[in-house]
């Protein structure tokens, strides 16, 4: 992929990175990611840069600079955030704190025609701003071509040597215009085109050089990615080649196993081997409460598993044999993929075991450098059936990552409340009542993404006189309350009762009974989600099982239906009243579940998941 004329997309360290690059290509123009220390001779053949956000300020000490080499290069330059004070500070301007922070929508109007890169935009727009600094003097040759009410140098240009800059992200869905901001910088590069089919081409040929005479062995999840691969891997390699293996890890979705066996069944592919594990797993869960340690305790069972079916099946004494996995782009960078990137979460497909096979040569990845609708895409193009590969994205995990774990509650500090400063007397759950809205803080903590870097914060719970029915003040605090509150990544509303509830708190690990209440709870809301027409229509439906409930022993479930092109920012789903409380009243009569949440938050400031 060298060889192609790309844009180069210089990774400063945000989450944006790879979102940017992934957008690009959608534009039909290759694109690649490199670290921004990269030197300008090895970019020589780039079509355009992009200089991507980042979390620093250009003043802090270590903070990631380029080679100022690129902007002799004669191509074009796209800074953007972070980026857009590097190059202004490359190139001899200065940048400064700003007045404020800005953070979240903001209003750019545009200065006379906006230059060549706002030139499809209207006169006036919605942005998505994050940044504290801001250019202050312009570097030579440059002028300001839009602004914001905070922001004086909102975007900024050399028209003639092709440089371009804006302090807002035009790649997130939250700004108005951005694919054409975008679209207009990629018509000014004039790089390789980037195809699906051109790349099932590419990688078959990359999959034979770093297999050579090898053999692959798989494990298959079921879930799409690794389902892709696997059929990718058989069609390269031949049948003969390749073994797949599922693991039933006991965190599977009801009857999942049955199903991927029969979908990969008809088209042909019979070398995948199944095999019961769920108590292995169950036994390395036993007593692990922390997210990241679950991820290792699962990727590491994997692996072990692996070891011994493949010794069961004389796989061993082979040099001979690779691992494969179904890995795709957004799992490498949540990772800290590049060098600046922040490390969200470990993907269990980068425990140190696997990385330490990946610096030995001995793991296959095909699809690491595709977004899920790419892997998608790739999947129509090998045939597999629809409904496989249009299924939701399931994280490798399983329901591990599902069942939060705590031993104690998670309590809050009284001076982070929204509403008021006095702590209520009374129970200990921290419930508060403010104006019509009644809320308590849950007493576990998830995982969120807030401004460039990992957050591990509260929710809060809404109740409502109208709990299957959000109005627009209740969408409306689920966007304010963590804007304006960094104690809270996110805001659920309670489906099961309107009048706020006390939580009773129960220790929990992830044990085969847990799973077993949610996998009912999931398996409810897949047919919800069937007979209301919706399940395409949504890109994922997390269900969540909490620790606590409204007795000892309860617990609770937290739906989360997100909408999201590739997974690095998401909507929630706006559910119909009628889907919602069906939803609640048949997840209600599970025994053990107490209380039904439905999470409103978006991506960020809140994750997909909840760990
Ligand atoms: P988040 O929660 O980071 O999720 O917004 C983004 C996407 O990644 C999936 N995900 C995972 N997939 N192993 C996986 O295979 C994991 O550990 C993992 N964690 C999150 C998540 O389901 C969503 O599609």
């Known amino acids: 992929m060298m060889k192609l004329r790309s844009i180069i997309i210089l990774d400063f360290g945000g989450q944006y990175a790879h979102l940017i690059a992934s957008r690009v290509r959608r534009l039909g123009a290759h694109s690649e990611i490199r670290d921004p220390e990269t030197k300008a001779s090895a970019l020589k053949n780039a079509a355009g840069i992009i200089l991507s956000g980042g979390p620093q300020s250009v003043y802090d000490p270590g903070s990631p600079a380029g080679d100022p080499g690129i902007f002799s290069l004669g191509i074009p ?36 025609a906006g230059g060549a890169l706002l030139e499809w935009c209207p006169q006036k727009f919605i942005a998505w701003m994050s940044h504290g600094d801001e250019a202050k003097k312009l570097p030579e040759g440059f002028a300001r071509v839009a602004t914001s009410k905070s922001c004086a140098n909102a975007a900024i240009s050399n028209e003639t040597r092709h440089f371009y800059a804006v302090q807002f992200h035009p790649e997130v869905t939250h700004t108005e215009y951005g694919q054409e901001i ?10 390789d085109p980037w195809s699906i089919s051109g790349y099932a081409k590419r ?86 409460y922390d997210p990241e340690e679950k991820r290792r305790a699962i990727g590491e069972t994997f692996l072990s598993v692996q070891k011994r079916v493949s010794e069961k099946m004389g796989l061993t004494h082979a040099e001979g044999w690779m691992l494969g996995q179904g890995t795709i782009y957004p799992d490498t960078i949540e990772t800290g993929g590049t060098k600046h990137a922040d ?35 790739l999947g129509e193009e090998l045939g597999l059936p629809h409904e496989l590969v249009w299924r939701h994205p399931f994280p490798g995990p399983g329901l591990g990552v599902r069942i939060l774990c705590e031993e104690a509650p ?66 409306k605090l689920a966007t304010e309350i963590p804007n304006k509150m960094s104690a809270f990544n996110r805001v659920l509303l309670c489906t099961s009762q309107s009048e706020v509830a006390d939580f009773v708190f129960t220790p929990g690990f992830v044990t085969r009974a847990r799973a077993d209440v949610l996998r009912a709870a999931d398996r409810i809301v897949s047919e919800e989600m069937h007979v209301a027409g919706l399940y395409e229509k949504i890109w994922q439906f997390p269900v969540v099982l909490l620790p606590f409930g409204l007795k000892k022993g309860g617990q609770s479930v937290v739906l989360r239906p997100i909408e999201s092109t590739d997974a690095m920012t998401a909507d929630a789903v706006r ?37």
Not at 78 to 89: A, S
Not at 370 to 375: F, G, I
Request: aromatic content about 6%.
């Open 343 to 377: 490390h969200i979460k470990t993907h269990h497909n980068r425990v140190q075991a696997v990385q330490d096979m990946i610096v030995r040569g001995l793991v296959v990845e095909p699809l690491k450098d595709l977004y899920k609708d790419e892997v998608r895409r």
């Open 203 to 288: 990688i078959g040929e990359e999959i034979k050089a770093a297999v050579q005479g090898r053999h692959v062995f798989m494990l298959v999840s079921g879930g799409v990615d690794s389902s892709v691969a696997f059929t990718l891997l058989n069609r390269v390699l031949g049948p003969e080649r390749v073994q797949g293996l599922l693991v039933d890890t006991g965190l599977m979705r009801s009857d999942e196993v049955h199903e991927v066996r029969s979908a990969l069944q008809k088209l042909g592919i019979r070398n995948l081997r199944i095999e019961d594990a769920s108590e292995e797993f169950f036994v390395a869960l036993k007593d692990v």
């Open 77 to 112: 330059v796209l800074g953007i955030c972070y980026g857009l004070q590097w190059m202004t500070k490359a190139l001899g301007g200065e940048v400064k704190q700003g007045a404020v922070k800005e953070y979240g929508p903001t209003v750019i109007e545009k200065i006379g």
């Open 410 to 475: 998670q309590q809050l500090q009284a001076s982070s409340f929204p509403f008021g400063p006095e702590r209520p007397s009374g129970p200990s759950n921290d419930k508060l009542q403010a104006g019509k809205v009644a809320y308590a803080v849950l007493p576990v903590r998830s995982v969120g993404v807030q401004g460039d870097g990992r957050t591990y914060r509260h929710a809060l719970a809404l109740f409502s006189d109208h709990p299957c029915m959000p109005t627009g003040e209740i969408w």
């Open 575 to 611: 559910l119909p009243e009628k889907v919602l409380k069906s939803m609640t009243e048949r997840i209600l009569k599970i025994q053990g579940i107490d209380l039904v949440f439905y999470d409103l938050t978006s991506k960020p400031p809140a994750t997909i998941e909840w760990e």
């Open 182 to 191: 975008l679209k207009r910088f990629v018509s000014l590069c004039h790089a």
